[in-house]
């Protein structure tokens, strides 16, 4: 049964998407990829309930390793919890590149990646001090639980927000620029007017100062000292409050178009009027009937 619903999914996959279907159809690699990517039997959600919760306890781990005091009393203990975790999840890893038909597409795809990520900082540590805490990078092997949970349908909500990114990327883009320009002058004039007497070392010490201003957050770090400098600053605040909602009316504007629903541009034949709804057979304004809309080209 399994064996005939694979095959048709198999010609049902897209190339990329039947190179992560299974190595063997039947046998302990078949049965190997179903528990590791398959949802649908209690055993198969069961490992995957158990692999998030390694998941959480890895990064919890590693977070309390992070604290002095716990640290000095528990770190050869913690070490050897996240050694544990390390070494489990890169056996899970390995199964799974042996898992499918072609290893090498799964190593580079999305969770791929992530799930290589999730091991590869306690290796580097090894040569690296300090690189095992970017082991917190295993929280994003949790985004598997939108599917084991099957909560995919959440998936299309995070595809709105994502395409209304994309749609404003030119006029975000554009915002960004102008930014980067009010920035470099602001800079330059701050380091021309109040110079290194007042902090302002360089034109690149000038534009830092500018973003912190322009952003309202004033570390207070380096502030101005003479009357033109704090003029200047004033100046600056005032067109960063001004400019603070720009890209986030740009992204709404977009936001509210994804989401508004579809519309039919058809003529009426009766009244002239073209906007319709999209299940729409008949004119809004006067009841008749609406032609078929034409195919795009």
């Not at 690149?204 to 200047?232: C, E, H, K, N």
């Amino acid at each position: 049964m399994s064996s005939a619903r694979e095959a048709e999914q198999d010609e049902r996959a897209s190339p990329f998407e039947r190179d992560l279907l299974p190595a063997r159809p039947d046998g302990v690699r078949n049965r190997v990829y179903r528990l590791l990517f398959h949802h649908e039997t209690p055993a198969e959600r069961n490992f995957d309930l158990a692999l998030i919760a390694a998941i959480v306890v890895s990064v919890i781990v590693v977070l309390l390793d992070s604290e002095p005091a716990v640290k000095m009393r528990w770190h050869s203990a913690l070490v050897a919890a996240e050694w544990a975790f390390t070494i489990v999840f890169t056996i899970e890893y390995a199964l799974r590149l042996w898992a499918v038909r072609r290893p090498l597409r799964y190593a580079t795809s999305f969770f791929g990646v992530i799930d290589l990520l999730a091991i590869l900082p306690s290796y580097l540590s090894l040569l690296l001090a300090g690189s095992q805490y970017l082991l917190v990078i295993r929280v994003l092997r949790l985004l598997r639980i939108f599917r084991v949970l099957k909560l995919v349908q959440y998936s299309s909500e995070a595809g709105v927000l994502i395409t209304a990114l994309a749609r404003s990327r030119r006029k975000i883009f554009v915002f960004v620029c102008t930014v980067i320009t009010i920035v470099i002058i602001f800079g330059a004039i701050m380091y021309v007017v109040e110079g290194p007497q007042h902090g302002f070392n360089s034109i690149a010490t000038g534009m830092y100062w500018a973003v912190v201003t322009m952003a309202t957050v004033g570390f207070g770090d380096i502030s101005p000292a003479t009357p033109l400098g704090r003029f200047i600053t004033s100046i600056l605040i005032l067109i960063g409050y001004s400019i603070i909602a720009v890209p986030t009316g740009i992204y709404t504007a977009e936001l509210a178009g994804a989401l508004r629903p579809k519309r039919r541009h058809v003529r009426c034949s009766e009244c002239g009027l073209q906007d319709h709804e999209q299940e729409a057979w008949h004119c809004r304004r006067c009841g008749h009937g609406l032609p078929p809309e034409e195919p795009s080209a």
